[in-house]
């Protein structure tokens, strides 16, 4: 059964919004693996910072069908589409691998640009999957995180207290 990446973020009640999708991601898919959160000022545009992490999931369900599940949990939690690329949002979902598939099924490419282009993915990416391959650089996602933070990567801060996430 692959494993499946998705990134989690919020700027709008992020606490409320990031534990919602959390409860609704496991209620479809069982145990989640979390990694930490982090803080990051909005990227493109002047807004509340963001909390970021990323949950992995085992699942056999399509890409497709993967991307139109997360596009209805934002939704739930009133997420409205049709804005700026860029704007504040209160959830935001994005599948960012499905084991080892290169493919845009569903209109998404996958793996996502966003592993390689921002650090609010790659370091909790990193944080819970390390030793695995980035199936298109074939390079484990913490040397791409090293590689990363020592040209500066950006500015994020990891968070100590998410005794949140369990309430």
């Not at 998404?108 to 640009?113: F, H, I, M, N």
């Not at 995180?145 to 996430?165: F, I, P, S, V, Y």
Request: net charge negative.
């Amino acid at each position: 059964m692959p494993r499946v990446w998705i990134s989690v973020g919020s700027n709008i009640e992020r606490e409320t919004h990031i534990r919602a999708a959390l409860d609704d991601l496991r209620a479809r898919f069982g145990e989640l693996i979390v990694s930490p959160v982090y803080e990051t000022p909005a990227v493109g545009f002047a807004g509340e910072p963001f909390l970021n992490l990323v949950v992995g999931v085992d699942s056999e369900r399509p890409p497709a069908e993967l991307h139109e599940l997360m596009r209805e949990i934002e939704a739930r939690h009133g997420r409205r589409r049709g804005g700026a690329k860029f704007s504040s949002r209160t959830l935001d979902l994005d599948v960012l691998t499905y084991g080892d598939a290169v493919t845009d099924d569903g209109g998404k490419a996958l793996p996502r640009d966003e592993i390689l282009e921002y650090a609010f993915v790659l370091a909790p990416l990193a944080d819970v999957a390390g030793a695995e391959l980035h199936p298109q650089r074939r390079e484990t996602y913490a040397a791409l995180w090293r590689q990363m933070a020592a040209r500066g990567g950006a500015e994020l801060h990891r968070l100590t207290d998410t005794a949140w996430l369990r309430d």
